[in-house]
T-cell receptor, first 113, second 111 residues
Framework: KAGVTQTPRYLIKTRGQQVTLSCSPISGHRSVSWYQQTPGQGLQFLFEYFSETQRNKGNFPGRFSGRQFSNSRSEMNVSTLELGDSALYLC????????????FGSGTQLSVL | KQEVTQIPAALSVPEGENLVLNCSFTDSAIYNLQWFRQDPGKGLTSLLLIQSSQREQTSGRLNASLDKSSGRSTLYIAASQPGDSATYLCAVMDSNYQLIWGAGTKLIIKP
């Protein structure tokens, strides 16, 4: 059974650009959640999608958005990138809800120059 | 506002020792508490999930306890091995169904 796949693995962007990250959950998993990890702030919850609907959202500005497709694959988008957006972005999937065991991808390392 | 603290921030012990990692949280209104490990350059691996109604969970050499009233959890690792070296993260699911994370304990097991 394939695990959670995140692409790309590494990304370098410049300030002001936008970026789209992709996450393919484990087959059969319908909940996908996203997290940002930085050395200063640690891990923080971004948002969670279930059945193509955003079910929960963390305390991030509107520049951070996401969506989920009918096959449960999810994308997150960050517009007007800032230096502080440099981070490891992790996605996790679970069967139905985030209060179940989570399976994480290896993450996308985003560097904003 | 829920806050999660992990002590110590780093720990280095010889192989074979039993050890305890600590996690504390400020608000007892949680749905569950989870322990994860993170290896360099990799994502997170779920180790144990304790629902709010449970007191402990065990998996192999790992045992995690939860005391909601005191806002504490401990992860006990028996007979530590070099392969246990990693960063261990504690997270609580708060009343808004959001995971609030501790900063982690970096564990090094010396052969």
């Amino acid at each position: 059974k394939a695990g959670v796949t995140q692409t790309p693995r590494y990304l370098i962007k410049t300030r002001g650009q936008q970026v789209t990250l992709s996450c393919s959950p484990i087959s059969g998993h319908r909940s996908v959640s996203w997290y940002q990890q930085t050395p200063g702030q640690g891990l923080q919850f971004l948002f969670e999608y279930f059945s193509e609907t955003q079910r929960n959202k963390g305390n991030f500005p509107g520049r951070f958005s996401g969506r989920q497709f009918s096959n449960s694959r999810s994308e997150m988008n960050v517009s007007t990138l800032e230096l502080g957006d440099s981070a490891l972005y992790l996605c996790a999937s679970s069967l139905q809800a985030t209060n179940e065991k989570l399976f994480f991808g290896s993450g996308t390392q985003l560097s904003v120059l | 506002k829920q806050e999660v603290t992990q002590i110590p921030a780093a720990l280095s012990v010889p192989e074979g020792e039993n050890l305890v990692l600590n996690c504390s949280f400020t608000d007892s209104a949680i749905y569950n508490l989870q322990w994860f490990r993170q290896d360099p350059g990799k994502g997170l691996t779920s180790l144990l999930l304790i629902q709010s109604s449970q007191r402990e969970q065990t998996s192999g050499r790992l045992n995690a306890s939860l005391d909601k009233s005191s806002g504490r959890s401990t992860l006990y690792i028996a007979a530590s091995q070099p392969g246990d070296s990693a960063t261990y993260l504690c997270a609580v699911m708060d009343s808004n169904y959001q995971l609030i994370w501790g900063a982690g304990t970096k564990l090094i097991i010396k052969p």
